[in-house]
């Protein structure tokens, strides 16, 4: 019963988010047209901005989604996302270095990132307090991505089996996606194609 309705929920997941996103792009629109205190209504923008980009990374992970995104909008929305279900686990994700410019596939990003944080999620022992750490860096065709683990304040290092890990990351990608991933000294390298010569509008337009 509950497969079949986690099945459910999937097939509605398009519909769903396309009267949300629309919901949040009217409720944006009317309050920049409304506001004469543009100082106090700028928390609320920000807020309707941070869920239209949730909205927009979710809309990629579905049936049919991807296309280039800006790199570090989608990094740090995804990222807000994912430090909901990694504070339950006691554990903190902290991204860093992120390139704002870079344009990256949705289909090959979000899946990598899923994947590796799912993945560190298993095999760190809860309560450890441990962080997850992100840094992207780019050149003109590829994307790398690097992540590290660090202990909690006063707790020693926690060995991890990487190699392992880069495996079993590598299960969690869908087919077809073109994506690197090796383990080193300490951590976890991602390595994929960067979107030459894709459109640069701003960050909320690439996720849409």
């Known amino acids: 019963m509950a497969h079949a309705r986690?099945?459910?929920?999937?097939?509605?997941?398009?519909?769903l988010m396309h009267h949300l996103g629309n919901a949040v792009f009217a409720a944006r629109g009317q309050l920049q047209l409304a506001a004469l205190d543009t100082e106090r209504a700028a928390p609320a923008l920000q807020a309707l901005l941070r869920a239209?980009?949730?909205?927009?990374?979710?809309?990629h992970l579905l049936p049919g989604g991807g296309g280039p995104v800006a790199l570090g909008a989608c990094v740090h929305g995804l990222a807000e996302m994912l430090r909901v279900p990694l504070r339950d686990l006691g554990l903190r994700l902290v991204t860093a270095d992120v390139p704002a410019g870079a344009v990256v596939?949705?289909?090959?990003?979000?899946?990598a990132i899923l994947g590796a944080v799912r993945g560190l999620a298993n095999a760190v022992p809860q309560g450890l307090g441990a962080v997850l750490t992100l840094t992207a860096t780019t050149d003109a065709t590829t994307l790398a991505l690097r992540w590290g683990l660090e202990p909690g304040p006063g707790l020693l290092p926690f060995g991890l089996d990487w190699t392992k890990l880069a495996a079993t990351v590598r299960q969690c990608l869908p087919m077809?996606?073109?994506?690197?991933?090796?383990?080193t000294a300490d951590g976890l390298l991602m390595v994929l194609p960067t979107e030459t010569g894709a459109e640069t509008a701003d960050s909320d337009a690439n996720l849409r």
């Open 6 to 15: 986690s099945d459910d929920l999937w097939f509605l997941a398009p519909g």
């Open 105 to 111: 596939d949705a289909a090959a990003l979000l899946p």
């Open 176 to 183: 077809g996606v073109e994506l690197e991933t090796t383990a």
């Open 52 to 59: 239209q980009t949730a909205l927009g990374i979710v809309r």
